[in-house]
């Protein structure tokens, strides 16, 4: 199934919208709660670490990753190292995000693994490393042999794309909890905080579905996606 558009425009939109989102979350992190720290007295700071990580890492980056071979002017063999280079960033910095989550709540005295956005959290950076490492091995080194890459093929489009999905839901639920602790300590409901939480939750939401369109359009004849070894 594909759109018969080129992917032009949709992966324009998604590198402006990845660039808002970069935007957004260090004016919230920075300029209303205080920035970061791994190591400080002030816990506050080590979970804005959480937040930051898990939007430029599984979503910023992860959705480049995902587009690159619809946005990048290479070789099918540069766009394959490229795809695989962003995505284990993205991975890298997902992990190290979760961390910053544990520590936050691990120095805080509060639970750990209490909410549905925390369980699903594990499941999608679990999902994240395991198509990580498939797609390694399969696709790059040491790689199977053709019949099992081009079956392989359509289920690490599939499997990637949901995990791509979960995230941005995750990330949109992420939001809107931290934002109703917030309220719930006396954040303004209308103020500009909740507005730019509210809006960057929109901001990563739209994010996703240019992905999806990007995904879905079409790159010129001679870019084809198919499989071919590196
Ligand atoms: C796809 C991206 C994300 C993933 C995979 C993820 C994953 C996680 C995980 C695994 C925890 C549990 C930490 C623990 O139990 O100690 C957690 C906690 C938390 N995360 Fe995220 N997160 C993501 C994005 C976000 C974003 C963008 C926000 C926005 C502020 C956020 C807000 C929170 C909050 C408030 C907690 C503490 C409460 C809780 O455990 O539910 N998360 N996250």
């Not at 392989?152 to 931290?178: D, Q, T």
Request: charged content about 10%; overall charge neutral.
């Amino acid at each position: 199934m594909a759109l018969s558009v080129p992917a032009f425009p949709f992966t324009l939109v998604v590198h402006a919208l990845g660039i808002s989102l970069l935007v957004l979350v260090l004016v919230w992190t920075t300029d209303f709660r205080g920035g970061f720290a791994w190591e400080s007295t002030n816990k506050s700071l080590i979970f804005n670490i959480h937040p930051l990580l898990m939007l430029i890492g599984l979503i910023v980056i992860g959705g480049e990753a995902i587009i690159s071979y619809k946005s990048l002017p290479f070789t099918k063999e540069v766009k394959k190292l490229i795809h695989l280079v962003l995505h284990a960033i993205a991975l890298v910095l997902g992990i190290v995000g979760i961390c910053a989550a544990f520590k936050y709540h691990n120095e805080s005295s509060i639970a750990n693994l209490y909410s549905f956005h925390s369980w699903l959290g594990i499941v999608i950076i679990v999902l994240y490393g395991i198509q990580w490492v498939y797609g390694f091995v399969i696709f790059f080194y040491p790689g199977a042999p053709n019949g099992l890459r081009s079956e392989s093929l359509p289920w690490h489009v599939v499997f990637g794309f949901l995990v791509f999905l979960m995230a941005i839901g995750n990330a949109a639920i992420g939001f809107l909890e931290k934002l109703t602790f917030l309220e719930n300590s006396g954040l303004a409901k209308y103020g500009s905080e909740a507005f730019l939480v509210n809006f960057t939750a929109l901001i990563t939401v739209l994010f996703g579905a240019f992905v999806v369109f990007s995904v879905l359009s079409q790159v010129p004849a001679e870019e084809d996606n198919a499989y071919s070894p590196i």
